[in-house]
């Protein structure tokens, strides 16, 4: 096809050539094409296959308002290709097509539309019941336009950013940039956001002039010159806005060019104020195969010609409610268009110097007359065209039929932002009555259309923002006001809903096939406001989300009901402009903590599993049952990285009364040499967090909570505090410090070969806490604890020193048989203590009590309202609660997994954990069970999964199965 | 042109003065209940007060994943039977609901996690509930699109799989209880908003409605998020609920790619593909107390990252429609269903959480058994308000209760 | 994010980063004496106010104080106190 090569108003260049595949043949674009502007320069018309009736798909808006041309593009389903530039070697596949586009043989189902009313799916289908299994297969397959591999590996780089602005303009056409620079002169900081690769909006592709001449597309020239040489404001070009929140909040992608160095970037804006230039969109004309390729907007036609260069027919007929309608037939026409009828939808009231043009060219004009009917199979080859009233007919040959009834803003922003929307009568737009705060429309969008006017609103729009944001500027405000005031206003909108027609295909939405006719059944039964029409009759849902029949179908619905109320608009919902998940993304990093030897414990072979915010060894060989991790702790000494818990100091006048809010013990018996092991309680008595606590001076404590815990225990304490003005101070020494376990019978042979002072039994007893310096150097906190049941010091030392600890260590340990145990190791070995693990061996139905932690809870100070103390109260005589019980599995059986239920014919409880102790070689663990089970000696009936009616047994035993005087960990 | 109406739920219906049960809510859990309570009760007086349209609060809102695999026995007989009224209600209402029983694939992605949904397969293998443990490659093989590699957030561990479950057309359920209940008699008032609850004697006597006064002494209160707020501002009750936002969104239509309901706690993220072919995947709740029903951008690029990360193939795929709708949260993540306590002839059906949607056929059909009868139907008794203050929390989620509301 | 929130201590910021504290219920009940009824009262019960609350927030990922504030819980912006509490 020839393209119209020297138009000033050309956003392609014709010099450069860029080539894709479609349907195994090579096509040659140009630089600036479309996807779809390029394919239609080489003839192609059938984009694509409708979803239901698979009836053939053209271009229809050129601004993605649906679905006509999504197509495959590089593998990747859906691509808009009217909106998406094309890229030399792009491959191409049309959607929803068995055989081509062109030739569909599902086109069939068009015949078939009398057998899918509105709703059919819920009435038919189901009787007999057997055939729903089939039909859904069947119902899935047609369903759905594009395909995606379930291996599709998307390409590209994403990218994210999070902008801060005073005034963020949305829509880079004259009233956007006028708005824009208005507000940058003022010296605010703009942005300015313009869905199209390039700026312009409705000026860019017309001749037409502002009042002083200047053609228009050379205005909007001007203007983006100006735009782009203002410092202060930030250009997105190819930007799409998706979302508007609370706040001017706007969130929005951007399509990268070859040099940006990402495909797409998400862009979230906080904003001062907003001006929404978002313009408008035509109001699709409803009559019979109004979707016929060949049936194309206005904009439509006029940019594939002037931005394009590409003539959008042989000849044409018009249909059109609008002045816009009638400049482009002026200018198409001057351009080479055959035009062999103009029907204007309005009686009277067209612009008199259009009507002038058109008679000078000897071009028909009917006014008060509509098109019904666009006649011919796969494309128009002729349309009829009616008087409003019906009466009176007429058809007329044509490739082409230029259909529009007029404008609709996009007013999506003022949705997503809240605004209350109203009908405006005059010009027939939904508009907000309420605008949200900080918000302000410029340009097309209030319903002006002359040049001047939308400049000049642009200007008010941006001094409003830039007042709303600070800067003084009412006095210029009210002068522009005035200024706009003497322009001319908006212009009345063509008020026909309907061409005359039944409607059987007439297309509401193009997507779902909804037709004006299963809009009607939708309404007859019952579902007669627009949100259920949607829902009822499938408008509005597909990939345009509402572009085509969100002005449509409330009208319709209020004419057809004959509603005394005013149309109310459908809902739009983010994202505006769909957007992929890809982009939404953007960098997609994983975030996790790592303890200061991650690496180490990485190169001793650790297996990491991320647990809550950190990366812990869980396992340092490929055996899950850990033996020689275990027996190496039991008969020899290991080492734990245990830097994950959390560490805390809390000091100030009132903070053994935080503590005492908090711990169900009395902290006040917490000394300086001894650790108190203690636990909190949530307010239902449940065991949040247990610890360990040392008073280090007067006022001034040091404690350790759970891994999960310690992000929330500043929080938690402050939060149970609030009302009490109490002076404390909470440090989080988390990652300040490294911790490390040093547990096993030669624990103390170990550390003796690193520190200088007495560490005997005597001198460092069990329960003790003593400061020191390893090797005179490195400040360490050494507490002997006993969780995995043997001789154990846990060591905290500054996270810078952990390393070097470690390495001391593991040297000093050479001689005896020191190596690394993981978090499952430590699992067993405290399991075999009967030390439980919060939310494995408790939960939401067991407290303090149940788990027999109870000897901890002082039930004397009353005074400190503790935590927990009401419901551990008030619930200790309650019978029938889950209790913790040590449990053996009967005739040495191999331990239940954990999970299992203890049953008898209901659920009695289940089973924590459960191991093959290897050092006493019999399957032990604990379980929750009623408390009526929890007896000493007590069978329980063990219910596993897939255990196909086998039950195992297990006795309840005493705990715990090592060690029970506990020499070992003491000695 | 309108002489052809035959609205689906029958014409529009004048206010009676009395009725002898008033169902405040045109829900789910309303409709079905009006629906039990003239077909297996005999009670046909019945008038729904529903302050919009049926089913635009939460039954359109949410994403209509059914399943029976609960963490504990008081819960898993009551969705199991939910989940086999699917079928049975689709032929009694004559309307097809679209139960597609695909199955739910429920992600796990650490051993601690394994052992954990080890208890819900063994009880719902205990009750009857087909569900079982499988691994990843198992999952893998039931969906191809999954991830299950080492470099992820949350590498994929195994998985719960629960074949009966699956989706059901949630609008469809909304229309087909609508139209079976005004078939047997119950009047259903759109655009009629219950103003204020009469009661006289510690009974109820009567219900305010924009439309007039309905005296009535019985009053069932299942307006799902909005239950709450109407029980304490107009019963002075107050419950241990919280009003979350919860987020949804689908993608653009594609052909066949996920043939399971797949979901992920660790993600928060749960995806399947509905019959039109959009991926429906949610659900995040900002953890505060809101009625907007407000989605956030926060929310659909954290659904983006997780969803990049174990279904990387959706990263093509463009989303298209996000909403947000309410959830009324209890601190033990299980509903209130109780009556005549503390007002005689006062239902409360609430506190459903996001659970509202798989639960509603049968609890309509025990809430109907109770408010005919007034006694309480054995399988809703463990559901009563006063387990809280007797320190008898559900346990159906394993976390402990925390003092924020998102628990 | 529908949500900024303003913390007495660092100003205007992005509702993500607070954590909501519940309704403000006052100053914990003596532990001596309470009932049941008003134990669970104070715990668990809410209000569940459609409009404008009075409630508790911690600024988690910034100065780390717990603070009061009102919020319409209808259209999630900070309100002004009700005339009665001010």
């Known amino acids: 096809?020839?393209?119209?090569?020297?138009?000033?108003?050309?956003?392609?260049?014709p010099a450069v050539n860029h080539s894709l595949t479609y349907r195994g043949r090579t096509y040659q674009g140009v630089a600036g094409d479309t996807v779809a502007t390029a394919?239609?320069?080489?003839?192609?018309?059938?984009?694509g296959r409708s979803l239901k009736y698979h009836r053939p798909r053209g271009l229809y808006s050129l601004d993605g308002e649906c679905s006509n041309t999504c197509m495959e593009v590089d593998g990747i389903p859906n691509v808009r290709a009217e909106n998406t530039l094309l890229e030399n070697g792009m491959t191409v596949k049309e959607q929803n097509v068995k055989g081509s586009a062109e030739r569909d043989w599902l086109g069939f189902m068009d015949k078939l539309d009398w057998m899918m009313p509105a709703g059919f799916y819920y009435k038919i289908m189901h009787k007999p019941a057997a055939i729903w299994p089939m039909a859904m297969k069947q119902i899935r397959k047609a369903a759905g336009l594009g395909i995606i591999s379930a291996d599709h590996k998307m390409k590209g780089r994403y990218d994210e950013q999070f902008l801060k602005a005073e005034v963020t303009v949305i829509g880079g056409g004259a009233a956007g940039m006028a708005a824009a620079l208005a507000a940058a002169q003022s010296g605010r900081r703009v942005i300015l956001l313009e869905s199209r690769p390039h700026l312009g909006g409705c000026f860019d592709y017309r001749v037409s002039t502002t009042s002083d001449g200047t053609p228009l597309h050379e205005r909007a020239r001007q203007l983006a010159e100006k735009v782009k040489q203002t410092t202060n404001i930030r250009l997105f070009e190819h930007t799409s806005m998706v979302g508007a929140y609370n706040n001017n909040l706007i969130t929005a992608f951007q399509v990268g060019k070859a040099d940006d160095g990402f495909t797409e970037c998400y862009i979230e804006i906080r904003s001062d104020s907003v001006v929404v230039a978002t313009g408008c969109i035509e109001r699709p004309l409803l009559f019979d195969n109004n979707e016929r390729p060949g049936v194309m907007q206005v904009g439509c036609a006029h940019r594939l010609a002037r931005t394009y260069g590409l003539l959008p027919g042989n000849a044409a007929v018009f249909s059109v409610g609008h002045n816009p309608?009638?400049?482009?037939?002026?200018?198409?026409?001057?351009?080479?268009?055959?035009?062999?009828?103009?029907?204007?939808?309005?009686?009277?009231?067209?612009?008199?110097?259009?009507?002038?043009?058109?008679?000078?060219?000897?071009?028909?004009?009917?006014k008060g007359w509509v098109a019904t009917k666009a006649h011919g199979s796969k494309m128009v080859q002729k349309a009829t065209l009616c008087t409003i009233d019906g009466m009176v007919k007429r058809q007329f040959s044509c490739d082409l039929l230029v259909a529009s009834a007029g404008l609709t803003p996009v007013s999506g922003p003022f949705i997503l932002a809240q605004a209350i929307m109203g009908y405006d009568d005059h010009t027939g737009y939904f508009l907000p009555d309420q605008l949200p705060e900080k918000m302000f429309p410029a340009g097309r969008i209030t319903g002006i259309n002359d040049p001047d006017a939308i400049e000049t609103s642009g200007r008010l729009a941006g001094l409003e923002a830039a007042s709303a944001a600070g800067a003084d500027l009412w006095t210029k405000v009210a002068e522009t006001r005035n200024a706009l005031a003497a322009m001319p206003g908006p212009e009345r909108g063509c008020k026909l809903v309907i061409a005359p027609v039944k409607g059987r295909k007439s297309f509401i939405c193009f997507d779902e096939d909804a037709t004006v006719k299963s809009v009607k059944q939708a309404i007859d039964q019952g579902f007669d406001v627009p949100e259920l029409v949607k829902r009822f009759a499938g408008?509005?849902?597909?990939?345009?989300?509402?572009?085509?029949?969100?002005?449509?179908?409330?009208?319709?619905?209020?004419?057809?009901?004959?509603?005394?109320?005013?149309?109310?608009?459908?809902?739009?919902?983010?994202?505006?402009?769909?957007?992929?998940?890809?982009?939404?993304?953007?960098?997609?990093?994983h975030m996790f903590k790592r303890t200061p030897i991650h690496h180490s414990q990485k190169a001793d072979g650790g297996i990491f599993r991320n647990i809550g915010v950190w990366q812990r060894a869980r396992y340092f060989t490929a055996d899950v049952d850990c033996k020689e991790e275990i027996l190496n702790v039991r008969n020899n000494v290991g080492m734990l990285d245990a830097s994950t818990l959390g560490k805390f100091r809390i000091h100030g006048p009132d903070a053994l009364k935080a503590l005492q809010r908090v711990y169900v013990s009395d902290m006040g018996k917490a000394g300086k040499d001894r650790i108190k092991y203690s636990a909190m309680c949530n307010d239902d008595g449940c065991v949040i967090d247990d610890g360990v606590v040392v008073k280090r001076g007067e006022n001034d404590y040091y404690f350790t909570t759970s891994t999960g815990r310690a992000g929330q225990t500043a929080e938690w304490i402050r939060y149970h505090t609030r009302y009490d003005n109490w002076d404390f101070h909470l440090v989080n020494l988390t990652d300040a410090m490294g911790v490390i376990n040093l547990s096993g019978p030669n624990a103390r042979k170990v550390l003796t070969k690193v520190v200088d002072i007495d560490l005997s039994n005597e001198a460092f007893p069990f329960s003790g806490y003593r400061e020191f310096y390893i090797q005179d150097t490195i400040f360490t906190r050494a507490l002997r604890l006993g969780f995995v049941g043997e001789l154990s010091y846990e060591l905290h030392v500054p996270s810078s020193y952990m390393q070097a600890v470690w390495d001391l260590l593991t040297e000093a340990g050479k001689a005896f048989g020191i190596r690394n145990f993981g978090v499952e190791a430590q699992n067993v070995l405290r399991m075999e203590k009967g030390h439980i693990i919060l939310g494995q061996e408790s939960e939401q139905r067991t407290n303090l009590l149940d788990v027999g932690l109870g000897f901890l809870w002082d039930r004397s100070k009353t005074v400190a309202r503790t935590v927990g103390a009401v419901a551990l109260r008030q619930a200790a005589n309650d019978t029938g609660r889950l209790t913790l019980v040590g449990i053996r599995m009967e005739d040495d059986a191999r331990p239940a997994r954990d999970g299992s239920l203890i049953v008898d014919n209901k659920v009695r409880g289940y089973v924590a954990t459960m191991r093959r102790s290897f050092t006493s070689g019999e399957a032990v663990g604990m379980a929750l069970v009623e408390s009526q089970l929890a007896g000493a000696g007590t069978r329980l009936e063990i219910f596993e999964d897939e255990c196909n009616g086998v039950r195992i047994y297990a006795r309840v035993v005493p705990m715990p199965f090592y060690d029970p005087e506990g020499e070992r960990m003491k000695s | 042109m309108l002489g052809k109406r035959k609205p689906l739920w029958g014409k529009k219906k004048r206010l009676k003065s009395s009725y002898d049960a008033v169902i405040i809510g045109g829900g789910l859990h309303g409709l079905a209940t009006a629906y039990y309570l003239a077909k297996e009760q005999g009670l046909t007086d019945v008038a729904i007060i529903e302050k919009r349209y049926i089913g635009l609060g939460g039954a359109g809102r949410n994403t209509a994943i059914v399943r029976a695999n609960q963490r504990t026995q008081e819960n898993v007989p009551l969705y199991k039977e939910a989940l086999d009224l699917w079928p049975v209600l689709t032929k009694e209402l004559d309307f097809n609901l679209m139960f597609n029983n695909c199955g739910n694939v429920n992600l796990m992605h650490s051993e601690a996690a394994m052992k954990a949904a080890r208890m819900n397969v063994a009880t719902a293998q205990f009750h009857g509930v087909e569900s079982h443990l499988i691994d990843a490659k198992e999952a893998k093989a039931l969906v191809p699109a999954l991830n299950i590699s080492e470099d992820i957030t949350y590498p994929i561990h195994g998985a719960m799989y629960h074949p009966p479950g699956g989706i059901v057309r949630h609008d469809a359920v909304v229309w087909g209880l609508a139209k079976g209940a005004a078939k047997q008699g119950v009047h259903i008032h759109q655009q009629t908003e219950a103003t204020a609850i009469h009661t006289g004697g510690g009974r109820i006597t009567g219900v305010e409605t924009t439309r007039g006064r309905i005296s009535t002494n019985r009053v069932l209160v299942s307006a799902g998020g909005y239950s709450a707020g109407i029980i304490n501002r107009m019963l002075g009750?107050?419950?241990?609920?919280?009003?979350?936002?919860?987020?949804?969104?689908?993608?653009?239509?594609?052909?066949?790619?996920?043939?399971?309901?797949?979901?992920?706690?660790?993600?928060?993220?749960?995806?399947?593909?509905?019959?039109?072919?959009?991926?429906a995947t949610g659900a995040h709740m900002d953890p505060w107390p809101n009625y907007t029903t407000q989605n956030t951008a926060h929310y659909i690029k954290h659904q983006a990252e997780a969803l990049s990360d174990w279904l990387p193939?959706?990263?093509?795929?463009?989303?298209?429609?996000?909403?947000?709708?309410?959830?009324?949260?209890?601190?033990?993540?299980a509903p209130i269903m109780d009556g005549n306590d503390p007002v005689g002839g006062l239902y409360m059906d609430c506190g459903w959480g996001y659970f509202g949607f798989k639960s509603c056929s049968a609890v309509g059909k025990y809430m109907a058994q109770y408010m005919a009868t007034g006694n309480c139907p054995d399988i809703l008794k463990p559901f009563h308000l006063r387990r809280y203050e007797n320190h008898r929390l559900m346990g159906e989620t394993a976390a402990l209760v925390n003092y924020t509301p998102d628990n | 994010m529908a949500l900024t929130l303003t913390c007495p201590i660092c100003g205007k910021r992005n509702g993500y980063e607070f954590r909501f504290g519940g309704e403000d219920k006052g100053p914990r009940p003596p532990e001596?004496?309470?009932?049941?009824?008003?134990?669970?009262?104070?715990?668990?019960?809410?209000?569940?106010?459609?409009?404008?609350?009075?409630?508790?927030?911690?600024?988690?990922?910034?100065?780390?104080?717990?603070?009061?504030?009102?919020?319409?819980?209808?259209?999630?912006?900070?309100?002004?106190?009700?005339?009665?509490?001010?």
């Open chain 1, 1 to 13: 096809m020839n393209r119209l090569n020297q138009l000033p108003t050309l956003r392609i260049d």
């Open chain 2, 237 to 279: 009750l107050r419950l241990p609920i919280s009003v979350l936002t919860i987020q949804a969104m689908v993608t653009q239509p594609l052909k066949p790619i996920l043939d399971h309901v797949v979901s992920s706690g660790a993600y928060h993220c749960y995806a399947n593909q509905t019959l039109k072919g959009e991926i």
């Open chain 1, 39 to 47: 394919l239609f320069a080489n003839g192609v018309r059938i984009f």
């Open chain 2, 313 to 333: 193939c959706l990263r093509g795929v463009k989303f298209m429609r996000i909403w947000g709708g309410l959830a009324d949260m209890t601190p033990d993540m």
């Open chain 1, 325 to 366: 309608g009638l400049e482009a037939a002026v200018d198409l026409f001057d351009l080479g268009l055959k035009i062999n009828c103009v029907a204007d939808i309005r009686e009277d009231g067209q612009d008199p110097a259009l009507l002038l043009a058109l008679t000078e060219r000897k071009i028909p004009v009917l």
């Open chain 3, 32 to 86: 001596e004496g309470l009932t049941p009824g008003a134990w669970c009262d104070y715990v668990h019960m809410n209000n569940c106010t459609a409009g404008v609350q009075k409630e508790w927030w911690f600024h988690r990922d910034g100065c780390g104080s717990w603070f009061t504030t009102w919020r319409d819980t209808t259209r999630n912006l900070e309100a002004e106190p009700p005339e009665a509490n001010k």
């Open chain 1, 539 to 589: 408008v509005g849902l597909g990939p345009g989300q509402g572009g085509i029949p969100g002005h449509n179908l409330p009208l319709f619905v209020a004419k057809y009901t004959a509603s005394k109320e005013t149309p109310k608009p459908t809902t739009v919902r983010p994202p505006l402009v769909p957007a992929f998940i890809a982009t939404y993304a953007g960098y997609n990093h």
